[in-house]
Each structure stands twice: as structure tokens, then as C-alpha cells.
């Protein structure tokens, strides 16, 4: 019993389950609510595009609408975020939910494609079934503060995995209980109409668990933690700093009062190099997301095998399991081999299996290929979480994540406009190989750039015994501690 006993606590702390468990009541709040935030936009995203289509609007407009939304996305986001840590996150959080009710109430009951559209703009509406509007910035940076730095992976590895989740059971959801709407009489509009009331109910339950929030999640209690609780966060490490320096290192800065408001300009000048650069690479591959989002992904594979609501959401549901499998195996294998590694290992083959795509012509190879990139295509979200907390000042953390979702989202804007014309023109195919090739493109770029940087969250390989025998007598001929040597 005992080496069973060892090994399952070895996999619980393996797998971030030891660190959720003991994580703070906050941290268990805002993964529930992400997890019915996204059960929201999977169940809307699997029927959006048909929705349109049951509207009798053209695929250029199922585009323009996708792309507008977006956009809208993005000014909305970058308002509430840069503004987020004086007005108070949960009022900005609370705030967010509310616009989720009133987007769903209004694509319940309206059916002209310009109040839609302005609804969308103006509410939260995701087009992709991914993270819109002001909530992951703002959660994301909350957890950063909440979290120490040598587990923070494991806590973002499981926001990404119960967000998966949420999306598969919204999807899986959606499709069955329209299709047995439709089997009992009513229209297919009318079900659709029924999942946006859903969808608009959740809104109001997030904003209620919301309330529930702490005062610690607010940007004046992270100012406030004490020297020691910040040391090593938001700097770079250079290649032989250990992971977690000791109390001999030089002690670490007062922590600085957070400003009112932080614009990209007031950032200090290694957060904005940093920041410059991975924006220019997240611009790339989010183009290629906007392009094959996953209701354009619905759209294809319903003109293309003529499937039902009910076994179009299952497959699309088994993608996102398998996703949520992956995203629990993220946080380990970035202790392993290191962050950004982890970022692009687990990121190109997802790529090249999104180029091919749309070449098979059986069903059972197309779902074999959505699977596989579905399992891969997301491993490198907490890893990347992680790696832009790490990179920047903590008190810059939520207006850089939302500067940086800002860019993602504006890229992703006119990505389902470009599909849209190509669908139009009959050629919905090419949009899969371009949004790949671009998708591979970001992955070598964040090899090229971030490989070498070391930064709190990568964790040194544990030297050899003949390593640290050799070690030892280097220090007992120096007079040094490994921790007290200067950095080479």
C-alpha cells in the first residue's frame, strides 16, 4: 500500500492537483466561473455561424460579423483591463458577466443582422469559442499574485484545462439539445434561440459568483505582500541562476505602489522590449486562429459531410476532452524541459495537422486529425501564462495580459473576414493551410527569440551524483556556495 500511496502522491503533485487542492478559496472561485464562462461560448459558437445561416445572411456576412465582433472585443477589452486594477477587478469582472446577459437576451429575441452585430460589438459574444472580452487578463493576472512562482504553472495548466472543459460540455450540450428541440417540433431558429437564453443565464451566474470574490484579488493587496513573498518575480534569470535563489541572494527591491492607470508607454523599458516582441508573434499566429475558429471549423465540416447539430457537437466535444488531457500533462513537462520548450514543442504538430485539415475526404481521418491537433493545440497556453507573468513587473501584469490580449484579438479580427471570402469564392479550404503555415511560423519565432531566456518558472535539470560530488569540491576549494557564484 505504501509505494502506491507514494506514487499517487507523486502524480498528484505531478499534475498541479496538490497545488489546486491547497490553492486559495479566490483561485477555486475564478476557475468555476471560467469553466461556465466557457461552457457559454462553446455551446453559442457550435450553432453561431448556422444561426446566421437559419437568418439567411451570406457567408460574407457570417464573416464581417466575426470579424466586427471582434473588434469590438478589442476595444472593449482594452479599456476595462487598463482600467481594471483602479476601478477594482471583481467590479470589472461583474461587469463582463452583465454584458454576457445582455448579448444573449438580445440574440434570443432579434433576429436584424445590424442589432446583432451591434450587440456582439458592444456585449461579449465569442465568435471562437475562445477567451473574449476583459476576463482572462484580469484572472490570469489575480492568479499570478495568488500563486507562488513554483507553482503557478500548475494552477494556469488547470484554468486552461477547466476552460476545455467548459467548451466540450457546452459544445456536447448544445448539439444534442437542439437537435432534440428540432425532433420534438420546434424550428431550428427557435432552438437556437433557446441556447442564447442559456447562455444569457449564465452571464447572471457568474456575475452572483463573482460577488463572492475576496478582497485579496485586488491589485492593492498583490502591492502589498512583503518583500520576500515578491522576490524573483517579474526578471529574468541567467542561465546558471538557480531556480529559487536562498536567503544569502541580495535582497529584492520594496515592492511599488501600483499606479492609477498603466499604458504601454509607462511600462518600464525590459517589460515593453519584451512585450513588443511577443506581440509581433502573437499577431501571427492569432491571425491564423481568427481564420479557423472553432464555429468556421463547425460551418466546414456541416457543408462538407452534411452532419447533424447532435454528432457535429460530440466530435466537437471529444477535441476538446482531449485537449483538457493535455493541458494537465502541460505544467510537468514544462518543469522538465522549460516553458517556452513547452510553448512550441507542443504547438508546431498541432500546426501542421490544422494545414492538413481539409485534404481528407473521409470522415473518420478528418475527425482523426481535428482530435489530434485539439490535443496539442492548447498545451501551450498555461506554459505561456506562466512565461508572461514571469517576464514582466507585477504590478504591470494585468495591463500587460491585456495590452497582449488586445493585439491577439484585434489580429484575430480579421481573420473569419478573410475565411468568409475565400468560403464565398469556394476555396474554405486554403484558410486551414495558410492559418497552419502561419501558426508554424510563431512557433520558430518564439524558439528563436525566448529559448535562451531564463525565467522564475523553468526549473534546472537536477545535476548527476558525479556532477554534484564534482561540484562540492570546486566549493571546498573556492570558499563559494553554489547560490553565492557569480552568474557566467
Known amino acids: 500500500m505504501a509505494p502506491a ?21 479566490d483561485i477555486h472561485l475564478l476557475l468555476l466561473t471560467r469553466l461556465i464562462r466557457m461552457f457559454a461560448y462553446g455551446s453559442s459558437t457550435l450553432i453561431l455561424a448556422l444561426f446566421f445561416a437559419a437568418l439567411n445572411h ?12 471582434l473588434v469590438g472585443d478589442v476595444l472593449i477589452s482594452l479599456l476595462l483591463t487598463l482600467v481594471a486594477d483602479s476601478l477594482g477587478r471583481r467590479r470589472i469582472l461583474i461587469m463582463g458577466a452583465l454584458l454576457m446577459t445582455f448579448s444573449g437576451a438580445v440574440f434570443a429575441t432579434v433576429g436584424n443582422y445590424w442589432i446583432l452585430l451591434l450587440a456582439a460589438v458592444l456585449g461579449v459574444i465569442s465568435p471562437s469559442g475562445n477567451e473574449i472580452g476583459p476576463f482572462r487578463a484580469v484572472e490570469e493576472s489575480t492568479i499570478a499574485h495568488l500563486s507562488d512562482a513554483s507553482t503557478r504553472s500548475d494552477v494556469f495548466a488547470w484554468y486552461v484545462v ?6 466540450a460540455g457546452g459544445a456536447l450540450a448544445c448539439g444534442w439539445v437542439t437537435q432534440g428541440l428540432q425532433a420534438a417540433g420546434w424550428s431550428e431558429l427557435a432552438s437556437f434561440r433557446f441556447v442564447f437564453w442559456v447562455y444569457a443565464g449564465i452571464g447572471l451566474v457568474k456575475a452572483g459568483l463573482s460577488l463572492f470574490l475576496s478582497p485579496a484579488c485586488e491589485a492593492q493587496q498583490a502591492a502589498a505582500k ?44 525590459k517589460s515593453r522590449a519584451t512585450l513588443i516582441r511577443l ?14 475558429p472553432n464555429s468556421l471549423i463547425a460551418f466546414f465540416m456541416e457543408r462538407k459531410f452534411n452532419m447533424p447539430q447532435g454528432k457535429l457537437g460530440t466530435i466537437l466535444a471529444t477535441a476538446s476532452f482531449m485537449s483538457s488531457i493535455g493541458n494537465i500533462m502541460a505544467s510537468s513537462i514544462a518543469k522538465r524541459i522549460g516553458l517556452v520548450k513547452t510553448m512550441v514543442f507542443t504547438h508546431l504538430p498541432s500546426a501542421i495537422f490544422l494545414a492538413l485539415f481539409p485534404l481528407p475526404t473521409s470522415l473518420v481521418i478528418t475527425i482523426i486529425l481535428l482530435v489530434a491537433r485539439a490535443s496539442l493545440s492548447s498545451m501551450d497556453q498555461a506554459p505561456r501564462s506562466a512565461f508572461l507573468s514571469a517576464v514582466v513587473l507585477p504590478e504591470e501584469r494585468t495591463a500587460v495580459m491585456g495590452i497582449v490580449n488586445t493585439v491577439k484579438t484585434m489580429s484575430q479580427s480579421s481573420g473569419p473576414l478573410i475565411t468568409g471570402s475565400l468560403a464565398g469564392g469556394g476555396r474554405f479550404w486554403v484558410a486551414f493551410v495558410v492559418a497552419g503555415a502561419l501558426k508554424a511560423s510563431y512557433d520558430v519565432g518564439m524558439l528563436t527569440m525566448f529559448v535562451g531566456m531564463k525565467i522564475e518558472g523553468d526549473r534546472k535539470p537536477e545535476p548527476t551524483e558525479e556532477e554534484a560530488e564534482h561540484e562540492s569540491d570546486d566549493d571546498s576549494l573556492t570558499g563559494d556556495a553554489p547560490a553565492n557564484r557569480s552568474r557566467s
Open 5 to 25: 500511496r507514494g506514487f499517487a502522491q507523486k502524480a498528484a503533485q505531478e499534475l498541479g492537483l496538490t497545488t489546486l487542492v491547497h490553492s486559495p478559496r
Open 58 to 69: 451570406s457567408d460574407a456576412q457570417i464573416g464581417l460579423f466575426m470579424s466586427l465582433t
Open 162 to 167: 477547466f476552460g476545455t472543459l467548459g467548451t
Open 226 to 269: 512583503k518583500p520576500e513573498e515578491r522576490e524573483g518575480e517579474g526578471v529574468d534569470l541567467q542561465e546558471q541562476q538557480p531556480f529559487l535563489a536562498d536567503g544569502s541572494a541580495a535582497p529584492p527591491p520594496k515592492p511599488k505602489p501600483v499606479p492609477k492607470r498603466i499604458g504601454i508607454t509607462t511600462l518600464s523599458a
Open 279 to 292: 506581440c509581433a508573434l502573437f499577431f501571427f499566429d492569432s491571425l491564423a486562429s481568427g481564420m479557423v
